[in-house]
DNA sequence: GTTGACTCTGTAGTGGCTCCAGGGGCCATG
DNA sequence: CATGGCCCCTGGAGCCACTACAGAGTCAAC
């Protein structure tokens, strides 16, 4: 436990994250604002590197912004039931699950496209795939 | 074959490529400029198709616009080699199972987090999992 | 000649940062 | 006291690939 406050690149230093991202998040209300030194510089506390570590966490977990912004209010009222994250979390592993299904049938098509070995373009097959209608993806409409 | 020249909207019903996008690609320069009607209209034909079809289908295999903008360059000289189509997709089918790796990571976190049902937040395992990483152990943020 | 669908330009917004310019603060050394 | 070097400040622009307006003009049918 830190006694002292520290400065953003201490900040910084101790939980990996970027001063300009946290002069970021400070601006779009994620972090509250810190006291200030006498020359205006921002002065942390440890309940700051708690609160950027959970951002952290939850951006290294694939959660929005807005989701973290959520997930930290209903943190701060630990009387209160949590169905809002178990639903969140529900929502964002469907997320996730449908975006490897669909870079799943990519990585196929793509598969299937590179076995072309040093051809000239009009006899390329990938070059082919891209021009001829039906060979690349179907229409996600 | 269309023999007539079509507006805009006829160019993003025969592709479904949205208006607003045809033109931002024209501003970018992925599509030629149109000839115009007297009245300003932008007068497309049948090449029009085909090069945004390409666009698109790029797009829909997830290579950025530049990649694009390279496999059209390569496209429009069919006696050159296709190396370089074959690297790019090579590269870019990397970035796509490198992606999938990393979301299947994340998926089987997600997975194991989902299992808190109807606790309080104090005891609650995804916040708890969010606040202190590795362990489920909770504390005041 | 009036309606109504279509199109035009230009600008701004999205998410989540990241980078930069141009200045000020702070501490140690000479 | 001055200087150097590092840290920090603010405000704004830039990234990607679009998307969404506002406010004006065009065109064809009736
Ligand atoms: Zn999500
Ligand atoms: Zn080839
Ligand atoms: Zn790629
Ligand atoms: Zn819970």
Redesign the pocket.
């Known amino acids: 436990m830190t006694l002292q406050p520290f400065?953003?690149?201490?900040l910084s230093r101790q939980t990996g994250v970027?001063?300009?991202?946290i002069?970021?998040y400070e601006k779009i209300g994620m972090l509250p604002p810190p006291a200030r030194?006498?020359?205006?510089?921002?002065q942390y506390e440890d309940h700051h590197i708690q609160r950027l570590r959970f951002i952290r966490r939850g951006?290294d977990l694939g959660f929005?912004?807005?989701s973290i912004r959520a997930l930290l209010t209903l943190a701060e009222r630990p009387d209160s039931p949590c169905e809002g994250a178990d639903q969140m979390v529900l929502l964002h592993l469907d997320e996730v699950e449908r975006k490897i299904a669909d870079l799943t049938l990519l990585r196929d098509e793509l598969r299937k496209m590179k076995n072309c070995c040093g051809q000239v373009v009009a006899q390329c097959q990938i070059i082919g795939s891209l021009t001829a209608p039906g060979s690349a993806q179907q229409d996600a409409i």
């Not at 400065?7 to 201490?10: Q, V």
């Not at 970027?18 to 991202?21: G, Y």
């Open positions: 400065n953003i690149g201490g970027n001063i300009e991202t002069r970021y030194s006498q020359g205006g510089f921002r951006r929005s912004i807005d």
